[in-house]
């Protein structure tokens, strides 16, 4: 059996009165790609920036083993706006794990997909939302983490023109990684993920494996209770999904 490299047990967060997860558990082996399902509000960021490490539960366990890179928030949320695009490049670089020289060796490469090589020695600040979101997601994605936390509307959230390459980069990008865990509406999970995690106002109701259509689209349900069962199988942060 594979060990879970994330290990999620009984996991609640709460903000104020308002609880925003109650009693997740889920695990992680290497390989898995997992989509966190569910409707608006139902907890999936919540949920994503939990086991991203931005947030810390209000109660129960998480254990990660490996590094871990979260694809989330804002187009400008890990961007200093004071800073050049290619400072910006570096300083990302760094808070993620990264060495300078490391960085260094991949500034041509985000100049060249991000669109930006002549605006690299300006302040980001002077930059439109939709260049600031093609440059935080062309330097993530030019790293290799072992885990990728990712919301799905990223890529989108650049230029349209932007999108299609965008989209590309994003699933060689998922491809290249050990684990992916991702925030879904449910839609073409079968193309995407082998276990889906379905939230509704926090708590799991529903825990699926899901054989991939190569693999003959099979779905292997848990109980509603989302213990799994292998044979059948705004401005506040806290509140965004």
């Known amino acids: 059996m594979a060990r879970n490299v994330v290990n999620i047990e009984d996991v609640s967060k709460a903000f104020d009165i308002k609880e925003l997860l109650r009693g997740v558990?889920?695990?992680?082996?290497?390989?898995?790609?997992?989509?966190?399902?569910?409707?608006?509000?139902?907890?999936?960021?919540?949920?994503?920036?939990?086991?991203?490490?931005?947030?810390?539960?209000?109660?129960?366990?998480?254990?990660?083993?490996?590094?871990?890179?979260?694809?989330?928030?804002?187009?400008?949320?890990?961007?200093?706006?004071?800073?050049?695009?290619?400072?910006?490049?570096?300083q990302l670089g760094l808070l993620l794990g990264e060495s300078s020289k490391s960085m260094g060796k991949r500034v041509d490469e985000i100049a060249d997909f991000s669109g930006l090589d002549g605006r690299l020695l300006t302040?980001?600040?002077?930059?439109?939302?939709?260049?600031?979101?093609?440059?935080?997601?062309?330097?993530?994605?030019?790293?290799?983490?072992?885990?990728?936390?990712?919301?799905?509307?990223?890529?989108?959230?650049?230029?349209?023109?932007?999108?299609?390459?965008?989209?590309?980069?994003?699933?060689?990008?998922k491809n290249r990684t050990e684990i992916v865990v991702f925030s879904s509406y449910g839609s073409g999970l079968h193309d995407m993920a082998n276990q889906s995690l379905e939230l509704s106002h926090g708590k799991s109701i529903d825990h699926k494996y899901v054989v991939n259509e190569i693999h003959n689209s099979t779905e292997i349900s848990a109980d509603r209770t989302g213990t799994l069962n292998p044979f059948h199988q705004s401005s506040n942060p806290f509140l965004e999904d």
């Open 25 to 90: 558990s889920l695990g992680v082996s290497e390989g898995d790609r997992i989509g966190i399902v569910g409707v608006n509000g139902a907890g999936k960021t919540t949920l994503l920036r939990v086991i991203a490490g931005t947030l810390a539960p209000t109660s129960g366990s998480l254990s990660i083993s490996g590094s871990v890179l979260p694809l989330l928030g804002g187009p400008g949320a890990t961007l200093d706006l004071m800073l050049t695009g290619k400072e910006n490049i570096y």
């Open 123 to 173: 302040p980001v600040g002077s930059y439109s939302s939709g260049m600031i979101a093609r440059l935080r997601f062309s330097i993530i994605t030019s790293l290799n983490p072992q885990i990728l936390i990712i919301d799905e509307g990223v890529a989108s959230s650049a230029d349209p023109e932007f999108a299609k390459r965008a989209s590309e980069r994003l699933q060689d990008f």
